[in-house]
């Protein structure tokens, strides 16, 4: 016999199945019903038209190239915001056409390193050596984007949609940075000297950022097609809340010749509430 205090363990075995059942069964009610039965009529989300916003990280990387500073980059990428506000209503059963207009950053940085004969300033005057750098290439894109697409529910918890994304730059900038990966240098005579940038021309001795560009040739307009995935819990009787992943496909170039395109990766979190 058990201690009074102690359930059997085949006993706590079926209660955890029972409430690993019991979460699976509620869950799988929230994701893919339509809500408790006392608020059945107002449960399906294509009958109203809705407002809401998306907010979340947009993972950009580029295809092509861009020149900035003394180098050509190939394999820039970036972290990034985008935030929007969202307008959508039904077309028909379980179609909705959506609106969405906002703000996204898409910034990119690439960086290559080279070996190069440098003058390193010592007591005595200058000496040359060759120094290894880190070559950096930061563009830093702002748009003012908008958004329609159209939209599936197979089901009431899931959609997927399609659509295009205009995006209009509000600024953009080139910045190129250059490290010294080489921080010591040993002369013929067996002196080790320090490499390093004089205080006159950076203010960190091993890393100088050169003034920023502001290119010339910029795309206007970007027009780029979208394609995305999402799920929508209800919250309440009008408020929803979800995730929703999202492809940028590059089509137009940000910036030509040579030519720069930014493909994106979106993870967002919208909430949508219904005007009824």
Known sequence: MPPENQLPCDDMIQRYRILLLTTFCGTLLVLTGPGCAHHDPLSPIFNYQRVGVEIGADFTSQEGSYMVGCG?????????????????????????????????????????????????????????????????????????????????????????GAGVNLGFPLSVEMIYTKDILTKAVTLESGEIIEAFYPSGEASDPHSKVFPSLDPDNVSPLLIDPVIYLGAEIRLNRRMYLGPRLTYTLPVMGAISDPELKLTSLQGTIGIRYDLR
Request: a negative charge.
């Open 72 to 160: 050509t980059f190939t394999e820039g990428a970036g972290t990034n915001l985008i935030a929007g506000a969202v307008y959508d209503k039904p077309v028909e059963n379980i179609f909705r056409i959506e609106l969405m207009g906002g703000f996204r950053t898409r910034h990119i940085s690439g960086n290559y390193t080279t070996t190069e004969p440098s003058f390193i300033q010592t007591a005595d005057g200058f000496v040359e050596a060759d120094l290894t750098y880190d070559n950096i290439g930061d563009a830093r894109f702002l748009y003012l984007f908008g958004q329609p697409s159209f939209k599936f529910y197979p089901v009431k918890a899931l959609y997927v």
